[in-house]
């Protein structure tokens, strides 16, 4: 089963997570398409070490290397579709509250206008 990959849009249409990535090292881009491949041909179910649940709906995709980078994204429940929410690199062995509020609004905010 094949997920269509999403990318999360505020009011005046900026990608958060396309913005972000287009930061980051090459090697670490590549290594962020080639996840984000996976997750399109395996969905939520791509498992550890790719990807990990933080809670009922968040999921995050971890991307390791120089620089440990996390997107955190969520699957629409009645539909084969996977949205790309929030990236941020990994400082700590915790996400921070404020990475998962800024991800769980994003949710919302496309859950309403999608």
Not at 91 to 110: C, F, H, M, V
């Amino acid at each position: 089963m094949n997920y269509e990959i999403v990318f999360a849009e505020s009011r005046r249409s900026d990608q958060y997570v396309v913005n972000f990535v287009l930061q980051l090292p090459k090697i670490t881009i590549a290594t962020f398409n080639r996840y984000v491949g996976l997750l399109s041909q395996h969905g939520p179910n791509i498992g550890l070490p790719y990807s990990k649940k933080l809670d009922a709906n968040l999921f995050e995709l971890r991307i390791k290397g120089k620089i440990p980078v996390r997107i955190v994204y969520a699957r629409h429940l009645r539909a084969n579709i996977i949205v790309l929410l929030h990236g941020f690199i990994k400082k700590s062995d915790k996400i921070a509250q404020n990475d998962l509020k800024t991800a769980r609004d994003r949710y919302i905010y496309w859950l309403r206008h999608y």
